[in-house]
């Protein structure tokens, strides 16, 4: 892999290249080295990238061909297994993902996940029979077919960048699209390294995978407003959302949005107080807290409040932010110097919106290099403040108080968002009861686990449009076409 010089390269049109705008660095979070450098795309790069994916779209048989994309997929999961130990040591590099989480959504199940887009395709009923009517009148028969949308533009964050990188990757290409991903400026590495492995060890077709990294967002917009690009998939912030959705506007493009979140974490009054807030303060540590689905608003019995929040700073208190490369790390660092600064920013807020630290609050003392903040948790604040509406993305929790279930459901509800949410009860008829009150996308009830290949995940209100994964997730990349033959 071309990364073992340091540097990185472009994927356009099946070559390898250097980017115009030349080089920018690449920074381990967890001790702010300079790993090396990524290729600097330019807006001339991204239009021969669009070109490419145009012309593999429009003059080649990839879109109709299911045997061979099933093949090259199932080549990629295989070729990037193969490296999986240099990705793993990479991921934790770039992204300061702790180790223990690239067995899972950070490396290893994304790349497994890949079986699951080639095996849709596989099955797929691409062609629906709806059989004889007389519509009008008319004798007809009629069929339903379904196929790519086209080019696919892709525009991903750093936070969990393998598992949103090839849950695009993966389905828009088993649907028999091509593509153009513009990955965050973070992490390009890890998504540049797909770039070499496609390039020298799959059958994939020049053009059908093009890969760009910058550090010039311009060129994310550039591929939602360009009229030769049919679909733009993003995954980011809600703000930038707002403006890809903005950009595609003037040509109509499909618009897949995965967004940002403020899950609430709802715990009944029948619920195991103690195990309930560990779970929720130990799963808003993982990588930092940088997670869309994390749930940071704690919603506990006003009657058990000051309980709630000393298990859940016990619990945080106990987790020490530090090296991403040990095995027994939950959370490492956020991604960059400008991610602590806004998240430290959070924090002061949350003491002028008159809250106070149950634990953290600011970096941790034993780590001079990195860009670490401490587990926080938020008491004494209602679910009105700021720090309760808006997302922080870091290793914080605020804890707000409920009189009852439908005022937890309320609460819950109360958000911009609608990306995810937990529920804990005794009582597994009336958790379940909640949880179908539940504005979001996924629930998790007394901590089951949503994340699967077959599973969709997405979110209501402003956390998005669509579904990534699952079938759902699959079908985003389709048109449909229905055809009405005259029978006679
Ligand atoms: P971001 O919105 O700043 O950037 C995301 C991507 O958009 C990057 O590749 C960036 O270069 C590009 N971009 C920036 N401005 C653009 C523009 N005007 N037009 C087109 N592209 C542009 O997000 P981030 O800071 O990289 O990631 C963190 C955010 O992502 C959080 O809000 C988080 O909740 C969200 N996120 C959501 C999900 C989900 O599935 N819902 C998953 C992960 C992250």
Redesign the pocket.
């Given at each position: 892999m071309a990364l073992i010089d340091g540097t990185s390269r472009l994927l356009i049109d099946g070559k390898l290249t250097s980017g115009g705008a030349g080089g920018f660095a690449t920074v381990n979070p967890a001790t702010e080295e300079v790993l090396g450098e990524a290729a600097n795309a330019d807006a001339a790069d991204m239009d021969r990238a669009i070109d490419a994916a145009r012309r593999a779209f429009d003059d080649t048989d990839w879109s109709t061909n299911t045997e061979l994309r099933v093949r090259c997929i199932r080549q990629l999961r295989d070729v990037l297994r193969e490296h999986v130990e240099e990705l793993r040591e990479l991921t934790i590099a770039e992204v300061g993902a702790p180790r223990m989480l690239t067995a899972g959504a950070q490396l290893e199940g994304p790349i497994a996940d890949l079986g699951f887009a080639a095996d849709t395709a596989e099955s797929y009923e691409w062609t629906q029979d709806l059989g004889h009517a007389t519509p009008l009148g008319i004798p007809t028969r009629r069929s339903v077919v379904r196929e790519a949308v086209g080019v696919v533009g892709a525009?991903?964050?750093?936070?969990?960048p393998h598992q949103?990188n090839l849950a695009k990757l993966g389905p828009a290409l088993a649907a028999g699209n091509t593509i153009v991903l513009?990955?965050?400026?973070?992490t390009p590495w890890v998504a540049a390294v797909l770039g070499d492995l496609i390039a020298e060890h799959t059958d994939i077709p020049p053009g059908v995978v093009n890969i760009v990294t910058?550090t010039d967002?311009?060129?994310?917009?550039m591929?939602?407003g360009d009229p030769r690009v049919d679909m733009v998939s993003?995954?980011?912030?809600?703000?930038?959302?707002r403006?890809?959705m903005a950009?595609a506007a003037a040509t109509i493009k499909k618009v897949f949005l995965?967004?940002?979140?403020k899950s609430a974490f709802v715990v009944l009054d029948d619920a195991d107080l103690a195990g309930a807030c560990s779970v929720a303060g130990f799963s808003v540590c993982l990588h930092a807290g940088?997670?869309?689905?994390i749930t940071t608003r704690l919603v506990v019995p006003r009657a058990r409040y000051d309980e709630a929040v000393a298990i859940a700073a016990g619990t945080m208190g106990s987790i020490k932010p530090g090296d991403p490369t040990k095995p027994g790390t939950v959370c490492g660092p956020v991604i960059s110097a400008r991610?602590r600064d806004r998240v430290q920013s959070y924090l002061d807020l949350a003491l002028a919106e008159g809250g106070e630290f149950a634990c953290g609050g600011g970096r941790p003392a034993d780590q001079p290099a990195g860009f670490f903040i401490e587990p926080t948790v938020i008491a004494g604040l209602t679910n009105d403040a700021r720090v309760a509406r808006e997302?922080i993305?870091g290793p914080v929790l605020t804890v707000i108080a409920h009189d009852g279930d439908d005022d937890a459901v309320r609460i819950a509800n109360d958000s911009p968002y609608g990306?995810s949410a937990t529920v804990y009860g005794a009582d597994a008829d009336r958790a379940a009861r909640v949880a179908a009150r539940l504005r979001a996308g996924t629930v998790n009830v007394n901590g089951g686990v949503w994340y699967s290949a077959d599973m969709p995940?997405?979110?209501y209100k402003q956390?998005?449009n669509g579904r990534?994964m699952g079938v759902a997730g699959f079908e985003e990349y389709l048109e449909i076409k229905a055809i009405a033959t005259a029978a006679n």
């Open positions: 525009i991903t964050p750093w936070n969990f949103i513009k990955p965050a400026p973070d910058s967002h311009t060129l994310g917009a591929l939602a993003f995954t980011g912030s809600t703000a930038t959302g403006s890809v950009d995965e967004l940002g979140g940088q997670g869309c689905a991610q997302e993305f990306l995940f997405g979110g956390s998005g990534e």
